[in-house]
């Protein structure tokens, strides 16, 4: 009951073959048909309704809190950067153009972006410090619970690539890294990472449109 | 141009640097072939996102609610950040001769210098060092860096004690010189900003140089 409810707020005229869908098969069906309920929240957003505000939260939030706290590691820094995701959706609404990509794909870059940025910074300053303080702490107990948590989902997706399409991908967009170091950590030419960041891209996608993963 | 082609899956990725990601946007601006393609690349990585969900702590909704109905009163992620990348305290060891050579107040300075209880915390950026050496007993301590570039026109250097309650400003300085601080407590964070010339109540620029007492 509770996702048709949540479905009808985003279609409020829905198309009947949908209603009752199971949640794996509509996040589908939002890809795939490009999400038009959250493009018109954004827009509505961008006139300052802050009730379209609370419906992109509801349909996104566990996107974004996930995605920045598999890039994190840390709950605490994963909320902080959610709540500045969401502040930035509030600001910048008006700045996204569905003709470019759908809502979803700006809300999980946005989010994506931040994540990065904030893992490049503490790394930096890491890096400065690692003569001083030597070995990098062990992961602690919630760094170790996220990797058991680890969705089923995701596993057997990235298992449909190859090993270097998987760890190029990995490394890139739940490590933070950037294509140079990415080269650099697998000693790979960075032509070919750069292939293989592309040629996964397209394979994921493909398995996305075609599998029921 | 083929080179700018090569760029869209890492763009995607977000694994570019700064440099290489405002490059390959101008690139998108005027290249259809690429647009096509970082549409379909975002449809690979938004998946990747989706399949990382994880449910956001219920009172985060409330958090994320309230502060677009009071904007304004957050910290910055940088300040965030730079608390989970908070500097580790260096053993004192030679005064710095830069930022000494341009003292008022050499004889204070040396007093807290001399402290029994003289600690130093050292601050840690991208664009420079920074040291902050204080003495409880004495209720001071002295703030000095190194290699930092000279303030541009129309803007200053501005030091900050940060705790729970928001950042406070603990004075202004210009490249090279030194500032007296006698008002602070342990745990605080220290942190040094650009901002604009007289000063700021609140930071407004990025986190160049920062530590923790
Ligand atoms: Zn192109």
Known sequence: ?213 | MSEEHDLVAAYALNALDELEAHRFERHLDECDSCRRELAELLEATTFLADLSSAAAPTDLRQRVLSQIQAPGRRRGLAWIVATAAAAVALVFGSLWATSLARLDHFEQVAAIYQAADAQPTALAGAEGEGRFTHSVSLGQGVFATEDLADAPADSVYELWLIDDTGPHPAGLFEAGEAVIVDDFSPGQMIAVTLEPAGGSDLPTGPILLSGQL
């Open chain 1, 1 to 213: 009951m509770g996702m048709q409810a949540a479905f009808a707020s985003v279609y409020p005229i829905a198309p009947p073959h949908i209603v009752g869908l199971m949640r794996q098969k509509l996040l589908r069906f939002l890809f795939v048909t490009h999400a038009t309920g959250l493009d018109d929240l954004l827009t509505s957003i961008a006139r300052g309704d802050s009730s379209a505000f609370e419906s992109v939260y509801d349909q996104t939030a566990s996107m974004v809190y996930g995605l920045t706290l598999r890039i994190l590691r840390s709950p605490a820094l994963a909320e902080e950067v959610t709540q500045e995701v969401y502040l930035q959706i509030w600001r910048q609404a008006d700045r996204f153009d569905a003709n470019r990509a759908p809502a979803r794909a700006w809300i999980a870059t946005l989010a994506h972006r931040r994540a990065v940025d904030a893992v490049r910074r503490i790394q930096s300053a890491r890096d400065r410090e690692q003569g001083l303080i030597g070995e990098p702490a062990a992961p602690d107990a919630s760094e170790r619970a996220i990797e058991h948590e680890e969705s089923a989902r995701l596993t057997k997706a990235l298992g449909k690539l190859s090993d270097l399409q998987r760890q190029v991908i990995e490394l890139a967009y739940f490590g933070g890294l950037t294509q140079n170091q990415v080269a650099e950590r697998l000693g790979a030419p960075l032509g070919t990472v750069k292939t293989r960041m592309r040629d996964g891209l397209q394979r994921l996608r493909s398995v996305m449109r075609d599998d029921h993963v």
